[in-house]
């Protein structure tokens, strides 16, 4: 008796274990040169099938379909896609703030194109992310990204 509650004990232990190590969240980084001269760091949550690629334009999927595609501006491009949002008649700003110290604006234009501009602190470059699926699916993969200038 006392055998068989020492391998139920230890069979419930193992399951618990088990159980724990399925949320472990994974990522993926990639360090880009780009054009600016500068080195920027993009960190992708790759929890739920997400993946990104290493090439510029770099592309963010969920089980093989792409959801967004990025690419670096220069700083002043930035600025440029702000007053774009605020002058163009089709342009619907969504959303602006900072995450992870990066300035960004969000926007749709035509209700069909969801676009994060995002100005990297500490550096001369910015980010695109353009996104044709969703306003959702946008913002999901932006809030998976974790983006730094590398000194």
Do not use: H
């Amino acid at each position: 008796m006392k055998k068989r509650l020492v391998y139920v004990f230890t069979i419930l232990s193992i399951m618990i274990l088990f159980v724990g190590c399925g949320n472990a969240k994974t990522s993926k980084t990639y360090t880009f040169n780009v054009e600016t001269g500068d080195s920027v760091k993009v960190k992708l949550d790759t929890s739920d099938k997400y993946n990104i690629t290493s090439e510029v334009p770099f592309e963010i999927s969920q089980d093989g379909d792409v959801k967004s595609q990025g690419t670096f501006i220069f700083g002043e491009a930035y600025e440029q896609y702000k007053d774009v949002v605020d002058t163009d008649e089709n342009a619907e700003l969504l959303d602006s703030g900072n995450k992870d110290g990066n300035e960004y604006v969000f926007w749709s234009y035509n209700d069909s194109e969801y676009n994060y501009a995002i100005l990297i602190k500490g550096s001369s470059t910015g980010l695109i992310l353009a996104n044709d699926v969703s306003e959702e699916s946008a913002k999901e993969c932006f809030n998976r990204l974790t983006i730094e200038y590398k000194d």
